[in-house]
């Protein structure tokens, strides 16, 4: 917000703006920037998700729209989904129905407040940012609820309780996998997270200990079913549930939805860069060239492609097998990767 702050006030006409009216100009200007960013990655997520399943399953994905590589199916998807007719059904509770995809999208929205781009360029320097971003991302389960049981549909009902469960139980081993890194840090702060990992890539938290590095990988699996990406899909078996929780949402209000999803995705993925993969460090030093920002955007679009990679490669599992991995696997691998960390920590002097 600083480095925003500071722009603002090198443009013509801003020099005699109040203290108060200099902070919502730039609170204002960050949201807007946000948003955009959100619904870019949508845009550019669908069709790189699309090459990406072709190109795992030896086909193409889309070629004909925009003609090189069909660069403009996304596009023309975007446009043709708000141009749809928006229907509330006769029996929906309508104002819950309204209300649900605004509150999905907002969860996401708020998550991205704290995310450290580049030294100094966060939205909100927080002390607790990164218990505030697990915090406010968990209104995307209500709102998945809402939708659900606003829409008075069975089907969507079943889709918002299992999406509810899911999430529900996989916060917890995704957020024991960062309590390593948090001790060595001493802090729950973005960017001083982020600073922590300066000097290369052997300084990145990932490679800081045994525990940690399964501690990510643990954090990744994690990530999977907080987003409800398969194989943990468990909300959207089309061959069960027919959609999901937003079944009964057409136009815009799917849009929300769909946007939200997209965004959640960069998000885990952005935690995973500046919590395990050192941030906006470059690995190499001869990479310092790159501005942070880069940098750092790179680290999570390639967090996104492996992502992308395990949905497209791996079948979906069942709901039974999603419960077990969680409650009976993860989460005691992930208390174990805590205290082992943690002893490994007062061992060598480490634990802050």
Known sequence: MEALIALILKMPGTGDMSAQALHITAASTMAVLMFTVMALCAIVFTLMERKVAGFIQSRFGPMRTG????????????????????????????????????????????????????????????DLGLFYIFAVSSLVIIGVLMAGWASNNKWALYGAARGAAQMISYEIPLAL???????????????DIVIAQQGGILNWFIFRDI??????????????AETNRGPFDMPETESELVAGYHIEYTGMRFAFFFLAEYANLFLVSLIAVFVFLG???????????????????????MMVFLNMWVRWTLPRVRVDQLMHLCWKVMIPISLLCVVGSGILQMTTGQLN
């Open 177 to 191: 996998a960062t309590i390593p890194v948090i001790m060595y840090t001493g802090s729950l702060n973005t960017q």
């Open 211 to 224: 525990f940690v590095f399964i501690a990510f990988w643990m954090y990744f699996i994690a990530s999977i």
């Open 67 to 126: 003609r090189w590589h069909g660069w403009a199916q996304a596009v023309a998807d975007m446009l043709k989904i708000l141009g749809k007719e928006d229907i509330i059904p006769a029996e929906a509770d309508k104002n819950l129905f309204t209300f649900a995809p605004i509150l999905v999208l907002l969860g996401s929205l708020l998550a991205w407040v704290a995310i450290p781009w580049a030294p100094g360029f966060v939205a909100a320097d927080l």
């Open 279 to 301: 941030g906006w460090w470059a690995p190499l030093p001869l990479l310092d060239f790159m501005p942070p920002a880069l940098t750092f955007i790179i680290k999570g679009v």
